[in-house]
C-alpha cells in the first residue's frame, strides 16, 4: 500500500505565513508540491525574498497577498486571488496571530477587540469564502492553527484562550457542514514553539509575573509541557501534510494536540 504525501496541483492559502509557523507551513505545502499564496505583515523586501525563496527552493509557483486580517473584504480579496492566480483552492490554513498578556482587569479593551478579530474572526471570514470554491471542486481540506489553549487555560491570557476556544468550536461545526462535500475541516493544538510570538511572551510574562526572564522560561514556559522541550515546526509540519493528503479524509472536526502531553494531564 502506497502512503502518498503529494500535494502536486493543489493550491494553498497560508495566513500569516511571511514568518514563524506560518512561514514554516507554507514552506512544507510547497515542498510536497503546492502552489502557495503566502500572507502577512512585515518589510516588504523581506516578504520578496522569502516568497522567491519558496518558490526558488521547492519549483512551484509562490504569490504573495498583503491583505489585513482585521479585514473581512482583504480576507475575501484574499481568497479570490488564489482561484484567480491557480484556478482552484484545495488547502486553506489559518495561521494568523497575536498574542497580549495582561491581567484581566487591566486587560485593554483594543488589545482584546484586535486578537478576538485576528486570531478568530479572520478564521471565519477565510473558511467563508474558501468552502463555496471546495463545494465546487467537491473537495477541501482546511487546517486551523490553534493552541493547547484551545483546550486549556492559562492565566493572563483571557482574549487569546478566548479566541483559540473559539476556533476549536468553529472547526468543528465547519467540518459538520463541510463533511458532504468533500470538505475536511480541523485544529492543530501546538504547545509552545519558539515563534518570535512565543519569545515576546517570555518578556511579557516576566513583567506581569514579576519575575525573571530565565524563570518563566523554566517554570512558566516549558512547565506546561512534560518533555520540557519546545514542539519543533517540522512536527506541525507532519500532521499538516497528513491533514492535507488524502491521508486525513477521515479526520474531521479534530482537535490535534501537539504538546508534548501538556493536555493529558
Known sequence: MAYNLSLAG???????????????????????????????????????????????????????????????????????????????????????????????????????????AINLTSVFHAIRAAVPIMKAQGRGRIINIASAHALVASPFKGAYVAAKHGVLGLTKTVALEGATFGITCNAICPGYVKTPLVEAQIADQAKARGISEEQVMRDVILAAQPTKKFVQFSELAGMLLYLASDLGASVNGAGLSIDGGWTAQ
Not at 21 to 40: R, S, T
Not at 50 to 59: I, K, N, T, Y
Open 10 to 116: 493543489q493550491v494553498a492559502i497560508v495566513t500569516g505565513s511571511t514568518s514563524g509557523i506560518g512561514l514554516a507551513m507554507a514552506d512544507a505545502l510547497a515542498e510536497q508540491g503546492a502552489k502557495v499564496v503566502i500572507n502577512g505583515l512585515g518589510d516588504p523586501a523581506a516578504i520578496e525574498e522569502a516568497r522567491a525563496a519558496l518558490e526558488a527552493r521547492h519549483g512551484v509557483a509562490v504569490a504573495y497577498h498583503p491583505a489585513d486580517m482585521t479585514k473581512p473584504d482583504e480576507i475575501a480579496a484574499m481568497v479570490a486571488f488564489a482561484k484567480d492566480q491557480f484556478g482552484r483552492l484545495d488547502i486553506l490554513v489559518n495561521n494568523a496571530g497575536i498574542q497580549h498578556v495582561s491581567p484581566i482587569e487591566d486587560f485593554p479593551i483594543d488589545k482584546w477587540d484586535q486578537i478576538i
